[in-house]
């Protein structure tokens, strides 16, 4: 773990401590969610009550997806996304997402969204209920439309599912690769692939939320490729955020993982 | 605003933690570097080499630290010679101890929570109003509930509950026993969780907790600061509440 400054007094830590939003930065959640999980209800899944914590804590935009489009419903899913982003469009950003078990219509709903203006994908291995992993040919109409089109992927991750995108990684070269919850597991892994090639970036989002992750990570890979996500509605974005604001990193370091960064990877206007 | 964490665990573990080696100066530090002025400790040799040690240890390690507050690792047989909990238990608040854990999986005191062989300890606990603090993952709701059930006065502070939600056992516990607290820390990640906890059970059940050592202790701070609650019931979870339970302690 390195320990570059104490981070007692600077901007972000003092917004932390007195819960106040963080107005003089960008902030970007490159990591969010709406929807539901049948084994974890929500105490509010409402758009409204999302974008009141993200004023709360200062965050400018959220990237969402939709838990349901990753559970067969994709029309369904995808379409609570388009609609709220059309509804608040200076504050979401969506991801597309795809249920892998459905090639059949994986095309056809990317091109839908692509239509409708999202500009990213998101997809989901299933984590530890039953479903495909990264290296099955399901996921490839995903990779090769995102690599036609350019655009960013953001992957749920655990570590071993680096070795299954392995393939994919050296394949897809004009995809930009987000992979979420760095150091869930083999953080080793994920700091050899930010390192290795120039397209992935970092997601920072992990529940137990690691004494000296966020540390070790700006201490090991390019500033540029850490991006700080919360995994809201899943979690509360007030703990992720604090694991950025209190870190003993820099306030240069801090600004660019709460959202300097994401501005770029995502193109984000000024 | 004032911060007692509840769920401080110093001391060393079998193998070493990557990055950190939880002794006393190295919890002052993280406590000072988000503000946090107090905690109650336990003391990880509970878990490796039992509590009888451990018990001392935390009360020679914590003796010039005024700011944190030891708590004792108690099991229902109590303690050699005697063997009798009422007299453990009286020891530990002659020592000046107000609060105790304990762990019942087989893998550290090894024993059933259930009544049926914890009842003593509990009878022991509820007659001087001692808060017992028990890991979420050490304690099914099921048992939970029957201990709460024979035992209506025994205090017990949940920590380490983990982010499910809105947690479909844990509401129906809440509900059910009023001397039930939950310890509020990084773990439960719940979105807009702890305004909803707040809202349907009132502002006195709730605790503030920094996850030491494992977590950066940051999370819980923020996550206390940018809940939306009013002055009054952030205060109550970041020291009031355990500030009373701790001055009832008989």
């Keep these: 773990m390195t320990t570059k400054t104490n981070s007692h007094d600077d901007y972000f830590s003092t917004c932390g401590k007195k819960g106040r939003p963080i107005s003089d930065r960008t902030v970007i959640d490159a990591h969010a969610h709406l929807g539901l999980i049948a084994n974890f209800p929500h105490t509010d899944s409402s758009v409204e009550g999302f974008v009141k914590v993200m004023d709360r804590i200062g965050i400018d935009k959220a990237c969402i997806s939709c838990t349901q489009a990753m559970h067969g419903l994709h029309k369904q899913g995808n379409d609570m996304i388009l609609d709220a982003v059309k509804r608040y469009p200076d504050r979401f950003i969506g991801y597309m997402s795809i249920s892998a078990g459905y090639p059949e219509v994986m095309l056809a709903e990317l091109e839908r969204c692509y239509d409708a203006g999202l500009r990213a994908v998101k997809i989901w291995s299933y984590g530890t209920l039953k479903g495909l992993a990264y290296d099955h040919e399901n996921y490839q109409i995903a990779f090769k439309f995102a690599d036609e089109h350019e655009l960013a992927i953001l992957a749920h991750t655990w570590g071993q599912e680096l070795d299954e995108l392995q393939q994919a990684f050296d394949e897809y070269g004009n995809i930009k690769w987000l992979l979420a919850h760095t150091g869930s597991d083999s953080l080793e892994k994920y700091i050899r692939a930010a390192n290795e090639y120039e397209n992935i970036y970092l997601e920072t989002c992990l529940s137990s939320a690691p004494r000296g992750l966020i540390e070790e990570i700006v201490s090991a890979v390019p500033l540029h490729k850490i991006l700080w996500g919360s995994d809201q509605i899943f979690m509360s974005a007030t703990h992720q955020i604090g694991r950025v604001l209190f870190a003993q990193i820099t306030s240069e370091e801090k600004a660019a993982v709460v959202g300097a960064n994401a501005v770029k990877f995502f193109g984000i206007p000024k | ?250």
């Excluded at chain 2, 059930?149 to 809440?174: C, H, K, M, Q, S």
């Excluded at chain 2, 109550?236 to 509440?241: D, S």
Aim: aromatic share 8%; glycine share 6%.
């Design chain 2, 1 to 250: 605003m004032k911060l007692i964490a509840c769920d401080a665990l110093m001391g060393p573990p079998r193998m070493p933690l990557d990055g950190c080696r939880p002794d006393k100066a190295d919890l002052l530090s993280e406590m000072a570097r988000v503000s946090i002025e107090s905690a109650i400790v336990r003391h990880r040799g509970a878990l490796e080499f039992g509590p009888f040690d451990a018990n001392k240890v935390i009360l020679d390690e914590l003796s010039d630290a005024d700011n944190l507050l030891p708590s004792w690792f108690l099991t229902p047989d109590g303690f050699e010679p005697e063997f009798d909990i009422a007299k453990t238990v009286s020891e530990m608040i002659d020592a000046g101890v107000k609060i105790c854990w304990t762990n019942p999986s087989a893998e550290a005191a090894c024993f059933s929570i259930l009544p049926w062989c914890s009842g003593p300890l509990y009878e022991a606990l509820q007659a001087k109003q001692i808060p017992l603090l028990l890991d979420y993952e050490t304690v099914t709701a099921d048992e939970l509930n029957t201990v709460l059930t024979d035992f209506g006065a025994l205090r017990v502070i949940l920590i380490n509950a983990d982010r499910e939600g809105r947690n479909r056992r844990l509401y129906p516990l809440l509900k059910a026993h009023r001397n039930l607290y939950l310890c509020l820390s990084h773990s439960y990640s719940v979105h807009l969780g702890t305004e909803d906890l707040c809202q349907i059970f009132g502002i006195d059940r709730w605790v503030f907790g920094m996850g030491y050592p494992e977590a950066e202790v940051g999370a819980a701070v923020a996550g206390l600061m940018y809940t939306d609650i009013d002055d009054e019931a952030k205060e109550a979870i970041a020291y009031g509440n355990i500030e009373r339970l701790l001055g009832e302690v008989k």
